[in-house]
């Protein structure tokens, strides 16, 4: 493992084995006298590489940039009558957990050979600084389970479950992404199996991410180290999304992942000025997104974001609901890679197929020519849309009195989006030209396959129970009447090329040929012109 055990965490072990009293079981150590007095003083030791030292400080610059925790190289011993850590070469990477308060001085290890990311360095030095890994939370079975019996026998002491009297979590949940949790197989006997179990299969692929410090670990770091204090920060900033402070300045916050803005109420900046991140509106016909974040920065550069991040944010109206399905992704969670090849064998190693014959050698060594460092997704997302529900979007209990009282037509604006089962405007159409004889068949597809059939066609499959205003047939019939070519938007180079699609059936008289998701979306585009349309037909089909 990576924690180095001493005689007093085994008579602790003992200690809570033999008193477990029920009390609140936490994450972060506690233990006083375990809180470093800042700043905490390091030094290499002659063993470690200058590569090496260079991360190290790249990993100090990191915490400091997000903490009010400061470290501060000591190599000639200024800072006395407390415990340093040496910084040293050896077997593999380990750290104590929080300050030994006793010694003199105290390892992290990182062996030069195979601990050289900013990942493995941030990692040590945070049990360094207190923090137990995030699988030995108290309350882990709620999210995954061990299995102990494909675990080496010497190593089950990784996953051990801290008790009742050792740490906090500080209320924060479950991190299947903390920079502290191991990955799915860490200790394997059959390597084939995992030892740890996510009991939400997707979050499988994301333990031992390892990427720098989430936004749980920077909060627990910063709680146990009292830096969101006012004596840090006099006047904490109003965070939006549960983001905090930022001690280290205090003009900012710091946001969860995809949030950013001085208030956590914008989307996260990119830093790769070409990936094409994006807030983008979902709507209730299907859209596909992709990305590519085409290369990354040296990992030995003193940037305390050492590899390129792309974000987007998909939105919708208040109170709707967003379906994605993921159509491709090319990697697990990972701490990144350098986009460069250190052989310049490697295109013709490449070309001859040695990615899948010798995948250990050329992700080292090759990972630009085997196409390793270019994470890329395919999503199709849309508003959810379920159509056998019919109900009022805004819960304030007003809607069927606003009804009552004319405000579907006075301000249908509003009403006919949020109140739609108080004005009676609830949508229910098929979506597929397929569904009558997927419906009728024996047995029906609606019961053989609800979970496409009840979203995708629920006129056929008898789910339009409340008052639905329309069939598809009466779309097709009536539409036309109001949606024209001079209405629908004209033509233009930066056109969607849907509403350019539509604009040309509109045009050419030809709405009997338009596909249906195209239908949906002149539904989704004039909810208020269809509602009048329907109203002038003599009101409700059944």
């Known amino acids: ?32 006298t375990k809180v ?27 915490i400091q940039t997000y903490t009010c925790v400061r470290w501060q190289e000591d190599p000639n011993f200024t800072i006395t009558g407390r415990t340093r850590i040496r910084v040293v070469d050896g077997s593999g990477c380990s750290s104590f957990v929080g300050m030994q308060s006793t010694w003199q001085e105290q390892d992290i290890t990182l062996s030069n050979s195979g601990c050289n990311s900013m990942g493995t360095h941030i990692h040590e030095m945070t049990h360094a600084m207190g923090s137990q890994h995030e699988q030995c939370r108290y309350d882990r079975d709620v999210s995954i389970n061990v299995d102990y019996n494909n675990c080496q026998t010497t190593q089950q002491f990784n996953y051990a479950k801290e008790t009742t009297s050792t740490t906090t979590n500080y209320g ?5 992404g903390s920079n502290m949790h191991y990955g799915p197989y860490g200790f394997c006997i059959d390597c084939t199996k995992p030892v740890m179990i996510a009991k939400d299969q997707f979050y499988q692929s994301t333990m031992g991410s390892n990427e720098m410090m989430t936004f749980v670990d920077l909060y627990r770091i910063n709680t146990l180290y009292n830096c969101l204090s006012t004596s840090v920060c006099p006047t904490p900033l109003a965070c939006k999304n549960n983001g905090f402070t930022n001690p280290n300045g205090c003009n900012q916050c710091i946001c969860p992942k995809g949030f950013g803005g001085t208030l956590c109420d914008q989307r996260a900046a990119d830093n790769n000025p070409t990936c094409g991140g994006a807030t983008i509106q979902a709507n209730y016909y299907w859209k596909t997104l992709t990305g590519t974040i085409d290369k990354a920065q040296n990992i030995g550069t003193t940037s305390s974001v050492p590899f390129h991040k792309c974000f987007w944010h998909i939105t919708a109206p208040t109170g709707k609901k967003i379906e994605i399905k993921i159509t491709s992704a090319s990697n697990r969670c990972s701490e990144g890679c350098v986009n460069e090849d250190t052989n310049t064998y490697c295109a013709y190693w490449a070309a001859s197929g040695e990615c899948t014959k010798s995948a250990a050698f050329m992700a080292s060594n090759c990972p630009a020519s085997c196409n390793l460092c270019k994470p890329n997704f395919s999503i199709q997302y849309r508003i959810s849309n379920p159509s056998d529900t ?6 304030s209990g007003y809607c069927a009195y606003w009804a009552a009282n004319g405000e579907c037509s006075n301000s249908a604006g509003y009403m006919l989006t949020n109140c ?32 496409y059939m009840v979203p995708n066609c629920p006129y056929s499959c008898g789910r ?7 069939t598809q047939q009466w779309l097709r019939e009536n539409v036309p009447d109001f949606i024209t070519a001079k209405e629908w938007p004209s033509y233009s180079p930066d056109l969607n090329p ?8 509109i045009e050419s008289k030809a709405w009997d040929e338009m596909p249906d998701e195209m239908v949906a979306r002149v539904v989704d585009t004039w909810p208020d012109k269809l509602q009048a349309c329907i109203d002038a037909e003599g009101g409700y089909i059944e």
């Open 172 to 176: 924060m949940p479950y991190d299947f």
């Open 464 to 470: 339009c129970g409340h008052k639905a205003k329309e």
């Open 390 to 395: 019919c109900y009022d979007v805004d819960t």
């Open 36 to 62: 470093w007095t800042l700043p905490i003083p390091y030094y290499f030791h002659s063993s470690v590489a200058s590569a090496a030292q260079t991360t190290f400080r790249s990993a100090v610059s990191y």
């Open 420 to 451: 739609a089962a108080s004005c009676n405007t609830c949508l229910c159409y098929d979506k597929n030209s397929t569904c009558a004889s997927m419906a009728a068949r024996s047995p029906s597809e609606c019961t053989a396959n609800p979970g």
């Open 498 to 505: 849907l509403d350019y699609s539509i604009w040309g059936y």
């Open 1 to 32: 493992g990576d924690i180095v055990i001493t005689e007093e965490f085994i008579d602790k072990k003992i200690a809570e084995a033999e008193a477990d009293d029920g009390r609140k079981k936490r994450q972060i150590n506690t233990d006083p």
